[in-house]
């Protein structure tokens, strides 16, 4: 069993960045896919950027591809969600979630039903 602590939200301007990350209890953290999902409000939870066990396959979503970086380390049981360029769409309580690997290069874009083990959630607001 997993427990997430996620970090690093807060309020910034278009164009700037941020840098959450997701520390996890456990030592198994090494068999699973993680994923960072956001939830703006009125809204259904979306997937944002996916990330195998090994940490070579990630995968994120065209919502932010090329803006978003997904990595870990998996000697620090971290996640790591770099966000850069900002935009006030990408508002929303952040949160990262696992689900045990196929193997240790698999990595989709999943859906929350997927996922077994939730963080808590961080804010990030984007607002001149």
């Known amino acids: 069993q997993l427990q997430f602590v996620e970090s690093g939200g807060g309020l910034v301007q278009p164009g700037g960045s941020l840098r959450l990350s997701c520390v996890a209890s456990?030592?198994?953290?090494?068999?699973?896919?993680i994923g960072w999902f956001r939830q703006a409000p009125g809204k259904e939870r979306e997937g944002v950027s996916f990330?195998?066990?090994?940490?070579?396959?990630?995968k994120s979503t065209d919502l932010v591809k090329g803006r978003f970086t997904i990595s870990r380390d998996n000697a620090k049981n971290t996640v790591y969600l770099q966000m850069d360029s900002l935009e006030p769409e990408d508002t929303a309580v952040y949160f990262c979630a696992a689900r045990s690997a196929y193997d240790d290069n698999e990595a989709w874009i999943g859906v929350p039903s997927e996922y077994d083990y939730w963080g808590q959630g961080t804010a990030v607001t984007v607002s001149s």
């Open positions: 990330i195998s066990s090994s940490g070579r396959s990630t």
């Open positions: 456990g030592n198994t953290f090494q068999n699973y896919v």
